[in-house]
């Protein structure tokens, strides 16, 4: 079986009213899309990363009222889980597709990926593309385009991920869900793993 890509409907799932409608469409239509791109990607990014990365795709088991607002599967180097690790994704929200390395606020790795970000700030500017964009909170949908970042934002995200318990660091590109190239499965996973490559310094800094 091969990715198809994503459709106009898959991101109509996203707003579905009700914890209940919005899990059942998005179990139906959108789960076993992003169960494929786990598959798919896997092996790419094992060889990218050294070692084996397992894909791990969103239950949202813990909802019990509000519906979520985004989807993804997310790949680490643990087949237990990946929240503690340092991990790729690429999910949704009903506006546009993420695709993403992040650390966020249960891994230890945070405080390692502050300190490297804070001493290689040159580099990481000159290395993360001017159209990626950096978040410090996972569950909002916006964030800051890389090429409006200067160093003294770069010092204070590094300074907060590693003081603040809640803190949270994500980087990479948004495909709007009105862009064509979601249409298209291989050319899709062709730009995901462009974009994993790109993000793979990153991903090393915080280890």
């Not at 397992?54 to 909802?63: E, G, N």
């Not at 599967?73 to 994704?89: C, E």
Request: charge should be neutral; proline fraction near 6%.
């Amino acid at each position: 079986m091969t990715f198809t890509g994503f459709t106009e409907q898959d991101f109509d799932v996203m707003t579905i009213p009700g914890l209940e409608p919005r899990m059942e469409a998005l179990i139906q239509h959108v789960r076993p899309k992003l169960n494929e791109l786990g598959k798919v990607l896997s092996p790419y990014l094992s060889a990218l990363c050294g070692e084996e990365m397992f894909p791990h795709v969103a239950k949202h088991a813990r909802r019990k009222v509000n519906p979520p607002n985004d989807t993804w599967v997310a790949w680490a180097s643990s087949k237990r889980g990946y929240k503690a690790l340092p991990h790729f994704q690429v999910g949704m929200f009903s506006t546009h597709l993420f695709i993403i390395f992040a650390v966020i606020y249960e891994s230890p790795n945070k405080v390692t990926f502050a300190h490297s970000l804070e001493q290689n700030i040159n580099k990481v500017k000159k290395t993360v593309p001017d159209n990626f964009y950096w978040s410090l909170d996972h569950m909002q949908p916006g964030g800051t385009l890389h090429a409006e970042l200067e160093d003294q934002d770069f010092k204070e995200m590094s300074v907060k991920l590693a003081t603040v318990k809640k803190s949270e660091i994500l980087c990479g590109l948004q495909i709007h869900r009105d862009d064509e190239l979601l249409r298209d499965g291989e050319k899709l996973v062709q730009k995901i793993e462009q974009t994993f490559e790109t993000l793979l310094p990153l991903y090393k800094m915080a280890f």
